[in-house]
């Protein structure tokens, strides 16, 4: 599945750590965290859960949100 999400994240390292986080989860073939845009794209397997996202990205960022 490759699907762009609408995010809240404070600030461009915080992105950049939620990414790199997300990019380890099995089953994800790549990710891109956008903080201008407050957008990510991932391609990742359809078992993969926007739950799923927010829980490894909170644990980086506990503001982090995801929009569907």
Do not use: W, Y
């Not at 390292?13 to 939620?18: D, E, P, S």
């Amino acid at each position: 599945m490759k699907k762009t999400f609408k995010i809240e994240v404070d600030c461009a390292v915080c992105a950049g750590k939620v990414e790199a986080a997300i990019a380890k989860m099995e089953g994800v073939n790549s990710v891109s965290v956008n903080f201008i845009a407050q957008k990510m794209t991932i391609d990742c397997a359809d078992s993969i859960t926007v739950k799923d996202l927010l829980k490894v990205a909170r644990k980086i960022e506990p503001d982090f949100e995801i929009e569907d």
